[in-house]
DNA sequence: AAAAACGTTAAATAAATATTTAATAAACTT
DNA sequence: AAGTTTATTAAATATTTATTTAACGTTTTT
C-alpha cells in the first residue's frame, strides 16, 4: 500500500469495523453463535465471499465457517451466489434487512404458533374431557374449568402473532407502516 | 388425595404438562435459561408464588429462583405482588401475552436500533472525512462513497424498526391488526 | 484411474453459561 | 438490641455450547 493513502484508508477500515461491532453486538441477541454474528458483519461489507476467503478474514477454522454459513443461510442472512469457473462455493450477505427481519422472526413466531397452538388445543380436550368425567368432584371440575378458559384466552394471542407474521410475509404492513416514513 | 378423584386429578395435571412444556420450549428460544423458562411455565398456571414455594415445585436452588424472577421481571413476564401479612416476597405470572410480546420485542428492538443507528451516524461521519480529504484517492473516495450510501440505506430499516416498536407500545398497531379479529 | 481440492461430518477440546453451595446483607420480630 | 427469617451476592462447580482438529466422502482435474 502506498504511503498516500494509508490514513483514509485505515479511516475506512476503523468506520467498517464501528458498524460491525454493532451488527455483531446486537446478532448474538437474535440466537446466533459469535462466530457467525461476526462472519455475517464482514459480510455485510464484502461481496460474495468464499469458505476460504472467510477463514483467512476471521481467522477461524473452515468447519466454523462452513457451520457458520449454514446457520445464516437458515435465517437468510446469508444466500448463495453462482461463480462459474470456480469450484468453491461462493456466498453473500443478504443487506436488505426488511427481508432478513421477516425470515427471522416470521419463522420463530410461526413455529411458536404452531407448538403452543398445538399443545393447548389438545390440553383443553382433556380439561373437557375431566369436566364431563362422573367422576370428578365440584372443585375439580372448577378447576379445569379455570384452566379452559385461560388456555381459551390465549389463544388470542396466538392467532394475533399468526396474522402478524402473515402480513409481514405478504407485505401488508407496509400499507400500515410504510418503509420510507420520513416521520 | 382420595380415591375418587384421583384420575381426573391426574389428567389435569397431565394437561398443564403439555402446555407448559410448549411454553417453556419456544421460551428459551427468548434467550432466558432453561430454570426462567420451566419457572414461567410453572408460574402461569399458579397465582402468586413466594421464592420457596417455586423452589419446592421445581426441585431447585433458592439462588435459581432469585436471579430467574429477576430475569422474567426484567422481561416483565412476572411481576411483583404485594401480600401483606408475609415478609416472603410474592411474584405472579404475566398472563396477557401481548403485555409479554410487547415488553420484550419493543426492549430488543429498541436496544438495536439505538447501537446499530448510533454506530452508522459515527461511520458516516468517518466516510464524509475521507472524501473530503485531499490525501484520499480516487478509489478510495470511490469506496467510501459506496460504503456511506449503503449504511444511507440501512437507515431506513432501523427506523421503520423504531416505528414498529413505538406503534406496538401505544398499541395502535392493533387498528391494523386487531386483536380479537376471527380471521 | 489416480490424485488433488473442497466441503461436511464426528470426536475432542475449549470456552462460556447456568446452577449450586456458602457467605453476606437487609428487614423484621420479639 | 439480639436473634431470626428472607433475599441477594460471590465463588465454585457442573453443564452446555461453540470451536477446532482430524477423518471422510464427493467432485473435479490431469
Redesign the interface.
Known amino acids: 500500500m502506498s504511503e498516500?493513502?494509508e490514513?483514509?484508508?485505515l479511516?475506512?477500515e476503523?468506520?467498517?469495523d464501528?458498524?460491525m461491532?454493532?451488527?455483531a453486538?446486537?446478532m448474538d441477541?437474535y440466537?446466533v453463535t459469535p462466530a457467525a454474528a461476526n462472519l455475517y458483519a464482514t459480510m455485510y461489507?464484502e461481496g460474495q465471499m468464499t469458505l476460504d476467503e472467510m477463514r483467512t478474514e476471521l481467522g477461524m477454522s473452515k468447519p466454523s465457517m462452513s457451520t457458520s454459513v449454514r446457520k445464516l443461510q437458515e435465517i437468510e442472512m446469508v444466500k448463495k451466489t453462482f461463480t462459474r469457473g470456480s469450484r468453491k462455493h461462493t456466498y453473500a450477505a443478504e443487506?436488505?434487512?426488511?427481508h432478513s427481519?421477516m425470515a427471522f422472526y416470521c419463522q420463530?413466531w410461526e413455529?411458536?404458533v404452531k407448538?403452543?397452538l398445538?399443545?393447548?388445543e389438545?390440553?383443553?380436550e382433556?380439561?373437557v374431557?375431566?369436566m364431563k368425567?362422573s367422576?370428578?368432584?365440584p372443585d375439580?371440575v372448577a378447576?379445569?374449568k379455570e384452566?379452559y378458559d385461560?388456555?381459551e384466552?390465549?389463544k388470542?394471542?396466538?392467532?394475533?402473532?399468526g396474522?402478524?407474521a402473515e402480513?409481514i410475509r405478504s407485505g401488508e404492513?407496509y400499507n400500515?407502516?410504510p418503509?420510507?416514513?420520513k416521520?
Chains 1, 2 share one sequence.
Open positions: 498516500s493513502n490514513r483514509p484508508q479511516k475506512i476503523e468506520a467498517k464501528k458498524v461491532g454493532a451488527i453486538e446486537t441477541l440466537g461489507f443487506k436488505d434487512f426488511f427481519f420463530m413455529r411458536e407448538t403452543n398445538g399443545a393447548i389438545s390440553a383443553q382433556d380439561f374431557e375431566v368425567d367422576s370428578s368432584t375439580i378447576k379445569a384452566y385461560q388456555l384466552e390465549s388470542t394471542y396466538y392467532h394475533w402473532l396474522e402478524l402480513s404492513i400500515f407502516l418503509k420510507d416514513q416521520d
